[in-house]
Each structure stands twice: as structure tokens, then as C-alpha cells.
């Protein structure tokens, strides 16, 4: 399957905003739950946000719900993070991942995503 490219990072101080990008590299988004993860510093692989294709219900974690965004534009097939009111705490290296082409419903374990990207790092500063 065609990897996904994540672009977007960068270094911002707390309380300022970033916008991550998801692209699959043959520019096609299967339809099939999304999800965003991210390695913190201490190397912990954490669920930040996922998104069911059909459906548009989204799941986010506790420490990020009213500050990030998760969507998805169809027609460009990008997968979007919108993240405000940045944290140190969301520092971290920020990858999308993709279920399999049908399944839709999302879940926060990272085993069942297939297609992952290699990460964008975001840096927060006091």
C-alpha cells in the first residue's frame, strides 16, 4: 500500500496554533478510519485523534478535545490536525495512520492501523 507523507510541523511557542497535512503518497484516501498519533519525548506512542470516513464522528484525547481538529477534504484527499492553544505537553512527533480500505470504525489501539506515515515533529515552548 502507498505510505502517507505528514507534513506541517514546526516549532511554536504555548498558545500558538499549527495545521498538520496527510497525504497517501499515490494520492488516494480509501475510505476507512484515520487517526493521528503522536511520540512524545519519553517515547510513548500516544492516540491524539481519529476520524470515521462514513460516519464523520470523531474521537479525540482527553487532553486535547476544544483545541485540536481532526477533518478530512474528499476531493484533495488530505487528512487535517488543527491544533490551537498549543501546550509544551503536545510536543511530539505527530504521524497519521490509516485502517484498512472499509473499516471505518475507529479505535485508539495503533495495532489495527495498516498505513502509517513517518511523522512530522511539533515542538511547543513556554
Known amino acids: 500500500q502507498a505510505r502517507l507523507v505528514e507534513s506541517g510541523g514546526g516549532l511554536v511557542q504555548a498558545g500558538e496554533s499549527l495545521t498538520l497535512s496527510c497525504v497517501p503518497s499515490d494520492g488516494i484516501f480509501a475510505p476507512a478510519a484515520l487517526a493521528w498519533f503522536r511520540r512524545t519525548p519519553r517515547g510513548e506512542l500516544q492516540f491524539v485523534a481519529a476520524?470515521?470516513?462514513?460516519?464523520?464522528?470523531?474521537d479525540y484525547l482527553d487532553s486535547v478535545k476544544g483545541r485540536f481538529a481532526i477533518s478530512i477534504d474528499s476531493a484533495k484527499n488530505v487528512l487535517y490536525l488543527k491544533m490551537n492553544s498549543l501546550k509544551p505537553e503536545d510536543t511530539g512527533l505527530y504521524s497519521c495512520?490509516?485502517?484498512?480500505?472499509?473499516?471505518?470504525?475507529?479505535?485508539?489501539?495503533?495495532?489495527?492501523?495498516?498505513?502509517w506515515g513517518q511523522g512530522t515533529r511539533v515542538t511547543v515552548s513556554l
Open positions: 495512520a490509516a485502517r484498512r480500505p472499509g473499516y471505518s470504525t475507529i479505535e485508539r489501539g495503533p495495532d489495527i492501523y495498516e498505513r
Open positions: 476520524l470515521d470516513w462514513y460516519r464523520r464522528n470523531t
